[in-house]
Structures are given as C-alpha cells and as structure tokens.
C-alpha cells in the first residue's frame, strides 16, 4: 500500500531516475517533473494539490528554476513540505530557502539512508497547517 504522493523535480533524468527508484523501494507514489514549470502544471492536475505529501526539488533548472518554484509553492501549495537537493552548495542560498519554509536542503548525491530518513520523518508529520 503506498505511503504517499511524492513529487520530484529536476531537470537531470538520472537523478529524477534514481530518487524515484528509492522513493518507490519504500511504496510512495512518485510523480516527476523536469523543471518547475512542469511541476506547476503537474501540481495543478488531477489530485496533485491536494494529495502530494512533499516536494523534492532541484535549483538550477530552465524556465523556472527552483527557487522561483520555492515561491510559488509558498504562495499555491503553502502546506506542502518542500525538500532542496542541489549539485551546487550554497550557505546563503540554503539559509534564504529554509528562511522561506523549505524543510531541508541536501547536497547531491544524496545517500539513499539520509533520503529516506528525511522523507519519512516529513511525511509523517504530514502537512503544514496554514492559518
């Protein structure tokens, strides 16, 4: 039985290929999205908004990059959990982002334990409530 709606957005198909797998080895449904404009649309169809239990995104994407999906997310989607996974490291840019509500910010390549630990603990805890 699935545990839950994961949504993963990057625009290197390996690595949406290898979160995906992992995600899957622990029964969550996966969705992907090869940059943030995709992941808009996709969050907008079907059941996506209301039944996507975290957002696993990259930054440095085209058309809409991550941090401009980190701000629509918080906008659109505000109880939706947000997890950062970038190639490119940055103190001041991961600070500004958990500043912005993001939950976590890991450095690929991420260690499968580390991924899962991180994704079960937010995904327990569900949702944010938004007043």
Do not use: H, W
Request: charged fraction near 30%.
């Amino acid at each position: 039985m699935p545990k839950g709606k994961i949504m993963v957005v990057d625009d290197e198909e390996d690595v949406r290929e290898t979160l995906r797998l992992q995600l899957e080895s622990e029964n969550y449904n996966v969705i992907e999205a090869g940059d943030g404009e995709e992941a808009i649309k996709l969050l907008r169809s079907e059941d996506n908004l209301t039944n996507c239990g975290l957002i696993l995104c990259d930054i440095r994407m085209p058309k809409v990059n991550g941090i401009e999906y980190v701000d629509y997310l918080k906008q659109q989607a505000p109880g939706i959990p947000v997890v950062v996974i970038t190639g490119y490291p940055d103190t001041d840019l991961a600070v500004g982002l958990m500043n912005k509500g993001v939950k976590d910010y890991l450095v690929k390549p991420v260690e499968s334990e580390k991924l899962l630990k991180i994704v079960n603990k937010l995904v327990a805890e569900g949702r944010d409530t938004v007043f």
